[in-house]
């Protein structure tokens, strides 16, 4: 299936996976960006997909950012309005979300892969935040950095400095560096498919809302959750069972 030219999906594996498809470099401007939002729209009545990957169709680019033409002030608003509802559609999705990123990975193209539940990279990659060069700050980054990478979120925002894999790794912004990206990527997305969809989605809402405010607040709400919608899922007394009986869980996703 194919969203307007510079976004492909293909649902396989128990998974959406979306390809930005836009030479030279995956620069996402507006069209982009709301082909984007029309291909997540759908998952959140999704059951039967239980992961979203994004992932570049250009070897050594995943991609070089929002245009910078979008950023004048007579197109910066939209662009900000569209964009930003992209990373508030992605928090909210039932799927863990995993970015398989080789190559160049900056400004919002590094803020996209950055929000993603797992952030996946070659030792080729890099990862940058050089909107302070052209005048900007990224508003994505500004919120999502300080909870991920610490102090380092300063360095990234403020000097516009380019990390590589490495440092990135070492701050906290890459979950793994792998050999064999389209490889590993496939092996974790069988690993995220074979759980509860159910319980899959309440667990990553808990970890993503246990960033958020005081342990105690977010002890608080991760115990609500478990509460009031796990405990009446049918698929947290299977998993009970099963590990009891000594057999693999039957899902039923619900």
């Known amino acids: 299936m194919i969203s307007p030219d510079s976004i492909r999906t293909e649902e396989r594996a128990g998974a ?7 030479q030279p470099v995956n620069v996402l401007d507006i069209p982009t960006i709301r082909a984007l939002a029309r291909a ?6 999704r059951r039967d997909l239980k992961v979203v990957v994004l992932r570049s169709a250009l070897g050594g680019t995943f991609s070089a950012g929002v245009d910078v033409k979008d950023h004048t002030r ?23 979300t995993v970015a398989a990123v080789d190559g160049r990975c900056l400004g919002g193209g590094c803020e996209l892969a950055a929000f993603c539940d797992f952030l996946l990279a070659t030792k080729h990659s890099l990862f940058g935040q050089p909107e302070i060069d052209v005048g900007c700050f990224p508003p994505v980054a500004a919120a999502l950095l300080p909870r991920i990478v610490g102090r380092a979120a300063l360095d990234m925002v403020l000097t516009g400095r380019p990390h590589t894999a490495e440092e990135a790794l070492h701050i906290g912004l890459v979950s793994r560096i792998v050999s064999d990206l389209p490889r590993e990527t496939e092996e974790l997305v069988a690993c995220l498919a074979s759980k509860s969809g159910a319980v899959l989605a309440l667990a990553r809402r808990a970890v ?11 002890l608080t709400r991760a ?20 590990f ?10 619900g």
């Open 16 to 22: 959406l996976w979306v390809t930005i498809d836009r």
């Open 40 to 45: 997540l729209a759908p998952l959140p009545g």
């Open 74 to 96: 007579e197109r910066v608003l939209e662009m900000l309005e569209a964009f930003h509802a992209v990373f508030r559609q992605i928090d909210r999705l039932p799927q863990a």
């Open 208 to 218: 993503r809302d246990g960033g958020s405010g005081s342990f105690a607040d977010a």
């Open 223 to 242: 115990e609500t959750l478990y509460r009031d919608q796990l405990i009446p899922t049918t698929d947290m007394e299977e998993g009970v069972r099963a």
């Open 244 to 253: 009891l009986e000594k057999r693999k869980p039957r899902w039923t996703d």
